[in-house]
């Protein structure tokens, strides 16, 4: 059974109405575990809309939607909270840390949601920050790092959960590029580990270092292809 599987999905907003917008019309995607798949996107193609329904942050109109055998359409917003509590982590563009938490404590956040004790919370958090390489700043405040930083807070946030899919929305858009290839380089080391990564972007070359590409374009999808990124050629043709 693949990790996340959906049939003729649709999300139509004023369904009926005069200014009905189909932002997912009828779309069908597998995605099997262990994958690195790019959705990819310009503005308004449904790619947020996309992220949004695989996220559990929001439900299809109709259409099925299968996630590691669990059914999410027609699930309560408390149903959808606890699956993607087990089964998701999120990395946002804009960090989404709480100033007022230290840097430790943001990352512990979402276990508590888990049940984890605090003990261990902090633990996993140290961890996952010391392999983000900023477990010295565990103890200080987010806002006080630079953007690179706080989105390597966020990383270890999703790392330190350890669920099995990262979903990773728009994640180097306001870095510089030196700390946005860091950044897709920890997500390629992630999925080489066995994290299923899905990158939500709307820039080819961020997608390209994914190992799959999916195209959509006004809800539908229009590309769906294997990719070798540029790092992996070279070392294949370097063999």
């Known amino acids: 059974m693949a990790l996340i599987e959906i049939r003729d999905l649709h999300k139509i907003y004023?369904?009926?109405?005069?200014?009905?917008?189909?932002?997912?019309?009828?779309?069908?995607?597998?995605?099997?575990?262990?994958?690195?798949v790019a959705i990819v996107g310009a503005s308004g193609s449904g790619k947020s809309t996309m992220m949004n329904i695989l996220g559990c942050l929001d439900i299809p109109t109709r259409g099925e939607y299968m996630l590691d055998e669990i059914p999410i359409a027609h699930r309560t917003e408390r149903e959808l909270a606890d699956i993607r509590s087990r089964k998701i982590s999120f990395i946002f563009?804009?960090?989404n840390l709480i100033p007022s938490l230290s840097v430790w404590q943001n990352v512990a956040l979402?276990?508590?949601?888990?049940?984890?004790?605090?003990?261990?919370?902090?633990?996993?958090?140290i961890e996952a920050l010391d392999s983000m390489?900023?477990?010295?700043?565990?103890?200080?405040?987010?806002?006080?790092?630079?953007?690179?930083?706080?989105?390597?807070?966020?990383?270890?946030?999703?790392?330190?959960?350890?669920?099995?899919?990262?979903m990773a929305d728009e994640p180097t858009g306001a870095l510089d590029s030196k700390t946005g290839q860091q950044v897709l380089d920890i997500l390629r080391q992630l999925n080489r580990e066995g994290t299923t990564v899905i990158l939500i972007t709307h820039d080819n070359g961020i997608a390209a270092k994914a190992r799959r590409i999916v195209r959509l374009q006004d809800g539908k999808i229009v590309e769906d292809r294997p990719n070798v990124p540029d790092e992996d050629r070279a070392i294949n043709e370097n063999m």
Not at 14 to 36: C, K, M, P, S
Not at 110 to 125: H, N
Not at 139 to 164: E, N
Request: hydrophobic letters at 40%; proline letters at 4%.
């Open 14 to 36: 004023f369904e009926g109405q005069e200014n009905e917008v189909r932002a997912l019309d009828g779309v069908d995607l597998t995605i099997e575990n262990g994958e690195f």
């Open 93 to 95: 563009q804009g960090y």
């Open 110 to 125: 979402p276990m508590a949601y888990q049940g984890v004790g605090l003990a261990q919370r902090k633990q996993r958090a």
């Open 133 to 166: 390489g900023i477990a010295d700043r565990a103890d200080g405040k987010p806002m006080v790092l630079s953007g690179g930083q706080q989105q390597r807070v966020a990383i270890a946030r999703a790392i330190a959960t350890r669920s099995p899919i990262i």
